[in-house]
């Protein structure tokens, strides 16, 4: 029999692949609603989802001096060593998109940074998805590294500021309570391992 605790843990590992389906887009979107059968044009720019993880109760603390790695060596990304102290990790169980836009969560780090939590979480589009301009953000961000990023705050549930930006064909977000640029300082020490 499962605990409360691993029953919530294994429902929100499987409604982790996050989908978006297109008659959410044109809901979303405002547009109109049309016949199943007729052909919807993609929209331009594609509305991405907040890509974090559930609630921390799912994390398994991190052991201290040990690599951060997922099991099956999917690509996660992190901070690199010296800039936080990682707290714990989050590996789902990946599986197939069930929509043709989906995103994927591959894994997320929670940090300490300062007394703060600050979430690193790593994330691919499908390659439907990836075939268009993704919306990341409300506002366009240059790191220190050189990349765009887009930067959202104020936002209601979970930690209140994001950074979020492409690395190869992952979709990398570092949120958190701490001002957006020290976030954007934290976005540009991430390495793919």
Do not use: C
């Not at 995103?103 to 600050?118: A, C, D, M, P």
Request: glycine share 8%; charged share 10%; proline share 8%.
């Amino acid at each position: 029999m499962f605990s409360r605790r691993r029953l919530f843990g294994t429902l929100t590992a499987v409604a982790l692949l996050l989908t978006i389906s297109a008659a959410t887009l044109r809901a979303a979107s405002g547009a109109a609603t049309m016949h199943p059968s007729a052909t919807v044009p993609t929209p331009a720019i594609l509305a991405v989802p907040r890509l974090l993880p559930p609630e921390r109760e799912v994390y398994t603390p991190y052991a201290a001096g040990g690599p951060i790695t997922a099991s099956d060596d999917r690509s996660i990304a992190q901070l690199t060593p010296g800039a936080a102290q990682p707290l714990s990790t989050f590996f789902p169980v990946l599986q197939a998109p069930i929509s043709r836009i989906a995103y994927t969560i591959l894994g997320s780090i929670q940090y300490t940074v300062r007394g703060h939590i600050v979430f690193v979480t790593t994330a691919r589009p499908s390659v439907d998805a990836a075939q268009h301009q993704l919306g990341l953000g409300n506002q366009a961000a240059q790191l220190t590294n050189g990349a765009t990023a887009w930067v959202s705050t104020g936002i209601a549930s979970g930690p209140p500021s994001q950074v979020v930006y492409m690395k190869g064909d992952l979709i990398i977000t570092v949120a958190g309570d701490l001002p957006v640029d020290d976030l954007k300082a934290l976005a540009a020490q991430v390495v793919v391992k």
